[in-house]
């Protein structure tokens, strides 16, 4: 399964597309800084609390509470784990500051003036060594 949205500058929704749709996109059903029935929001669900089950890492060039951070790069992104499963969430996104962990889903309303990419990718278990060895390489803040 995999989920692409776009949020065109100064628009608090986004278009969506699901991977194995017809190729059109649909309007977003709820605005991004609604943390309930939106798809992005449900997924970083699993960054909040602490779920024995999930393992998570976030990294971002810009990361929450953290000014100044020197990077080699603008990737931002979350890796989502299950420890039960052979399953994981990659959502890789253009959002600086986001997400927070450990805190409730929170759209930096601010960034609604900007125009974003979310993207999700469901990916397996054995391919988090390869993008871990990108992310280290990108040299971007990694909070876990």
């Not at 609390?49 to 890492?57: E, H, M, Q, S, V």
């Not at 890796?79 to 962990?101: E, K, Q, Y």
């Not at 309303?109 to 871990?132: F, K, P, W």
Request: with cysteine; proline share 6%; glycine share 10%.
């Amino acid at each position: 399964m995999g989920a692409i949205v776009y949020k065109a500058p100064g628009q608090a929704t986004g278009k969506i597309i699901l991977a194995g749709s017809a190729g059109a996109w649909d309007d977003g059903a709820a605005p991004l800084a609604n943390n309930r029935g939106h798809s992005f929001a449900k997924a970083l669900e699993h960054v909040v609390g602490n779920r024995p089950a999930i393992k998570f890492l976030a990294y971002n060039n810009d990361p929450p509470g953290l000014p100044n951070v020197q990077t080699k790069s603008n990737s931002k992104g979350v890796i989502i784990l299950s420890t039960r499963r052979d399953s994981a969430a990659w959502i890789v996104h253009t959002v600086p500051g986001f997400p927070t962990a450990k805190v409730r889903y929170r759209w930096p309303v601010a960034e609604n003036a900007r125009g974003h990419l979310l993207i999700c990718l469901t990916i397996s278990e054995s391919q988090i060594n390869a993008i871990g060895l990108y992310i280290n390489n990108s040299n971007n803040y990694i909070g876990v």
